[in-house]
């Protein structure tokens, strides 16, 4: 088992910047990957971006350099660094951890993020 808690996310005017922390406990040594995914109303969920425990990154196309993904190891928190926002990123913001033996994944509560023109 792994347990998440966000922090992170609130209101915030176009072109600003935003934080998201997530912390993990419980059964760590297991996770394979780290991250965040997203969801707006009427819409699918998506990856924003995640992070291997060897430090692969990978982002979604929407990104376009403009958030930044890292972890801090000895905390076992996983952080998204949100620069540039614009409205249309206005989510629930999700985050996801991948463990290992068998693939499962733990979600967390979700953070809201909202964007205003």
């Known amino acids: 088992q792994v347990q998440l808690v966000e922090s992170g996310g609130g209101l915030v005017q176009a072109g600003g910047s935003l934080r998201l922390s997530c912390a993990a406990s419980?059964?760590?040594?297991?996770?394979?990957?780290m991250g965040w995914h997203r969801q707006a109303p009427g819409k699918q969920r998506e990856l924003v971006a995640r992070?291997?425990?060897?430090?692969?990154?990978n982002y979604g196309d929407f990104v376009k350099g403009r958030f930044t993904i890292s972890r801090d190891y000895a905390k076992n928190t996983v952080l998204l660094q949100m620069n540039s926002l614009k409205p249309e990123d206005t989510a629930v913001y999700y985050c996801?951890?991948?463990?290992?033996?068998?693939?499962?994944?733990?979600w967390g509560q979700g953070t809201q993020v909202t964007v205003s023109s």
């Open positions: 996801n951890v991948l463990t290992s033996p068998y693939g499962r994944d733990y």
């Open positions: 419980g059964s760590i040594s297991r996770i394979i990957f």
């Open positions: 992070i291997s425990s060897g430090g692969s990154t």
